[in-house]
């Protein structure tokens, strides 16, 4: 038979065939509109709650297999850059498609150490929120703030504009983070100091003590950043699609990453890790495990940290978080958290439930058990997130802004409400269940 880059598609309520050529091998949504019963009709959807097996974009960025656990940045395994590379290093290929070489680093580092500072009004801001104020919400009202003092950003057609609003972005959250942070424990800001690396200087403005000298420990600071590698993309999950979603109306970039950021704030996304802590913590020793994961079998409640929309294998990132740990623990000591967290992933990996429906560890199961040894609480973690994905969501932004083929973002649905019907006045109308 001859090959052809086609489908046919029978209609078998009219009997007609139509042939749909494929776009880089696969279907492309709008020719299904074409499908009708009656030429008055709108015609047929693609019908994918949660976009299942739908692609929205095309992108040269992140390459994700599920089934096989593998992740690359720009073709380049995540093993391979968490292991050789700075954080900065990988947030320049993110950005620009290729690895720096070594002048090209200095100044790429020079250029966001050089935007660390936020302007005074946004340090204000942070100061008004209850010390008691979720970690988030002060990151993502921030960082959306940093939008009024910016408004160029506002040209995002221009692609050198959008350089210097990533620039400014990646260098201004961790600042706006550690400005949180030091709100909630109501200490005096530390301002950032350049003279120190990424990661170090985010160390420096968390845990700096008034009037005494603070040196980053180097194991934790070559930890968080491995960390921050690990986290700074992964395709088009839930937060990025968001990303993408705003960005497509042209709105600022700012404004862009708060939002990317608050679909990052939820339990079934960057508020996992949050949420593994807690779990870790109810479960309270290793001989409550079993205990709880046959609760978690008859339905009540998840297991934290465990199963992944795409991966259907061990997620890459958590085994190399989970090699980390040991490093780490021997400067901070061990948290007993990890020996449940080992007891629960044994069992897991070993029980049919979790095995038949392929649900391993991800990213998040190991990453808050280090944050904690660190000195985090686990209302952090998602900060701790959003900092290095800031990176993904921009990258991603910088190539939808130049695809032709992207537009505004705009999903059908199918409407199941009631047709056309006659308006009741007031004083005949009988109280209805809601509906929804
Ligand atoms: N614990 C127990 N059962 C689970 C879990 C879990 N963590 N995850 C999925 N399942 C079960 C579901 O109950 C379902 O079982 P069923 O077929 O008997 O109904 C089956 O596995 C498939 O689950 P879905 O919800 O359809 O899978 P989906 O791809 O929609 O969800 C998700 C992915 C949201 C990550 C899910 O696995 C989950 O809730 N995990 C816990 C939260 C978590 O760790 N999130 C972090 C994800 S990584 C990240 O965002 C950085």
Redesign the pocket.
């Known amino acids: 038979m001859e090959r052809k880059d086609s489908f046919t598609i029978i209609d078998n309520r009219t009997g007609k065939s139509y042939e749909i050529p494929l776009v880089s091998g696969h279907l492309p949504a709008p020719e299904l509109r074409q499908i009708k019963v009656d030429p008055e009709e709108y015609g047929t959807m693609a019908y994918a709650p949660?976009f299942m097996n739908v692609a929205s974009c095309k992108s040269a960025i992140t390459y994700i297999d599920g089934d096989r656990g593998i992740l690359w940045y720009r073709g380049y395994p995540i093993e391979e850059l968490a292991e050789n590379c700075t954080f900065l290093e990988v947030a320049y290929l993110l950005i620009h498609g290729e690895l720096p070489t070594q002048d090209q680093l200095q100044q790429w580092e020079q250029s966001i150490l050089d935007n660390y500072d936020v302007p005074e009004d946004i340090k204000n801001l942070i100061g008004t929120f209850r010390h008691d104020a979720h970690p988030m919400g002060m990151l993502i009202s921030a960082v959306a703030a940093l939008s009024t003092f910016y408004p160029e950003a506002k040209r995002v057609r221009d692609p050198e504009n959008r350089m210097v609003q990533i620039r400014r972005l990646i260098a201004k959250v961790p600042t706006i983070a550690a400005y949180a942070y030091r709100r909630a424990m109501s200490l005096p800001y530390v301002y950032p100091d350049a003279s120190l690396n990424y990661t170090e200087n985010f160390m420096h403005m968390l845990w700096k003590p008034p009037h005494r000298a603070y040196k980053p420990h180097p194991v934790l600071a070559r930890a968080l950043d491995v960390l921050f590698i690990l986290h700074a993309d992964h395709e088009q999950?839930c937060s990025t699609h968001t990303m993408r979603s705003v960005g497509s109306s042209e709105a600022d970039p700012y404004v862009a990453v708060a939002a990317a950021a608050a679909a990052l704030s939820g339990p079934?996304?960057?508020g996992?890790n949050e949420a593994v802590l807690r779990m870790l913590k109810e479960i309270g020793s290793k001989e409550n495990v079993p205990a709880y994961i046959k609760k978690?079998k008859e339905g009540h409640g998840?297991?934290?940290?465990?199963?992944?929309?795409v991966y259907k294998n061990y997620d890459p990132r958590a085994r190399i978080i989970k090699r980390m740990a040991d490093q780490v623990f021997e400067v901070t000591g061990r948290n007993p958290l990890l020996d449940i967290a080992l007891e629960l992933e044994r069992i897991a990996l070993e029980d049919e439930y979790f095995v038949t429906?392929k649900?391993y560890p991800?990213?998040?199961f190991y990453s808050g058990i280090i944050y904690q040894a660190m000195g985090f609480d686990p209302s952090w973690f998602t900060v701790l997130f959003a900092i290095p994905r800031t990176v993904g969501w921009l990258a991603q932004w910088n190539e939808q802004m130049a695809d032709p083929e992207q537009k505004i973002a705009r999903p059908r649905q199918i409407y199941t409400g009631y047709q056309k019907r006659s308006f009741v006045p007031m004083d005949q109308r009988v109280a209805q269940a809601a509906t929804a």
Do not use: E, Q
């Open positions: 949660g999950n079934l996304h960057g996992a978690v998840r297991l934290m940290g465990f199963g992944h929309r429906r649900l991800n990213v998040d």
